[in-house]
């Protein structure tokens, strides 16, 4: 039997008040066992990242409560302390505002492997470097500062920092949205071999086909919500909601096409 390492439930945030009032979340439960990768996907808008922010302990929900090994999460104004902080880790959909924009991409993992291990600077650089060296980060582009790299190579970065603190959650919030096929065909492999190690991912993605990719298990998030949830497979090849049945259809490519395609068959 799986242990759930995060249990949510019955989140609601709601964000300002009167006519501005935001009901970002409402009333969601989810689970997350150990080692699962989990999807959560979404049209723009729908609550993805909110709801990634609560999971993540940055965003204390307007009612419901996230359990972390059977503890509850949201205790007055803090959350995740000490070793659970290092435990779960977060990859912003905006990885420009998560970077400080003055230090190289170096410099913001070697930070933070010393946030998290005890070591020197040299040894937290080699560390580093190598972490950077497996998101495809070459040392020419290791040196330069978040404005000189690319959308996918910040993103990158954000990745690595998150891993430095050998997470056994990672949250990752769109983390393919700003690079091209084959950084993201690298990101994803990485990611799989990181399951193979034992890492649980919760994937937040507006792309279902990235979300086949990766995950065993996905909710389906409409207006803040779950309209659907279940096994990836089974809700690609029969997905009961026509929410759902859009999301698909608006798959680009080929992937899109032959999805389509075996849904017309059938
Ligand atoms: N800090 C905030 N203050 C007020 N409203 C907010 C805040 N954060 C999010 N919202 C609103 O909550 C809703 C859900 O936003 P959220 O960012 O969670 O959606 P999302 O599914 O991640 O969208 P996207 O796919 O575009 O990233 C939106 O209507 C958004 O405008
Ligand atoms: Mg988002």
Redesign the pocket.
């Known amino acids: 039997m799986s242990t759930n390492i995060i249990e949510a439930r019955d989140i609601c945030v709601t ?2 008040t009167g006519s501005h009032k ?1 009901e ?1 979340v409402k009333n969601v439960s989810l689970t997350l066992a150990a080692g699962e990768p989990l999807g959560i996907v ?10 990634a922010r609560v999971l993540a302990g940055l965003q204390t929900p307007t009612s419901g409560q996230v359990y972390f090994n059977g503890e509850p999460l949201y205790k007055g104004h803090r959350s995740y302390t000490g070793e659970a902080r290092r435990q779960v880790q977060m990859v912003f ?1 905006d990885p420009y505002a998560s970077l400080n924009p003055q230090l190289t991409a170096l410099s913001a993992v070697s930070e933070a492997v010393r946030i998290h291990n005890k070591c020197s600077k040299s040894e937290a650089d080699v560390k580093a470097l190598e972490l950077l060296r497996q998101m495809g980060i070459a040392q020419l582009d290791a040196v330069k500062k978040p404005r000189q790299l690319s959308g996918g190579q910040r993103q990158r970065v954000s990745v690595a920092r998150a891993l430095s603190a050998n997470p056994s959650i990672l949250l990752a ?2 983390p393919t949205s700003a690079i091209d096929q084959s950084a993201q065909a690298q990101l994803l492999n990485l990611f799989r071999g990181l399951l193979h190690q034992g890492l649980a991912i919760v994937l ?1 993605s ?1 792309d279902l086909g990235v979300i086949r990719y990766l995950t065993k298990r996905v909710y389906v ?1 409409k207006d ?1 919500v779950f309209v659907e949830s279940g096994d990836t497979e089974e809700i690609f090849n029969h997905p009961q909601q026509a929410y759902t049945q859009e999301l698909l259809a608006s798959i680009p490519g080929a992937l899109g096409a032959a999805v389509r395609n075996q849904k017309h068959a059938s």
């Open positions: 964000f300002g935001v970002a979404g049209e723009s808008g729908s609550g993805k990242s909110t709801l959909q919030d769109e937040v507006h998030m803040g």
